[in-house]
């Protein structure tokens, strides 16, 4: 399995941003894989923000989170997306994409005016 993030990069506060981890190799079809989307600041711990439960697509936020970014994903893609908006300076990390035990290499999101 391989797990490819991009889209980070610069934001004002209040701006949005759109992540994306393109994903191949999966022994299963893609439908079948809970996604979670992780972030981790610096000198902080990595932290769960957005998971979408396999099959289901049922999906969970952190609380930081919660009605400010959403996840989703492209099946024929084979791609999970995260849309963050309303960003605010302390969403600044970088964003993982994991599943199935295996992590993408990050993308820095950076929240400044």
């Known amino acids: 399995v391989q797990l490819v993030e991009s889209g980070g990069g610069l934001a004002q506060p209040g701006g949005s941003l759109r992540l994306s981890c393109a994903t191949s190799?999966?022994?299963?079809?893609?439908?079948?894989?809970?996604m979670k989307w992780f972030r981790q600041a610096p000198g902080q711990g990595r932290e769960l923000v957005a998971t979408?439960?396999?099959?289901?697509?049922?999906?969970k936020y952190s609380d930081p989170v919660k009605g400010r970014f959403t996840v989703s994903r492209d099946t024929p893609k084979k791609t999970v997306y995260l849309e963050m908006s309303s960003l605010k300076p302390e969403d600044t990390a970088v964003y993982y994409c994991?599943?199935?035990?295996?992590w993408g290499q990050g993308t820095q999101v950076t929240v400044s005016s």
């Open positions: 994991h599943t199935a035990g295996v």
């Open positions: 190799g999966f022994a299963l079809d893609f439908t079948y894989y809970t």
């Open positions: 979408i439960v396999g099959v289901t697509d049922d999906t």
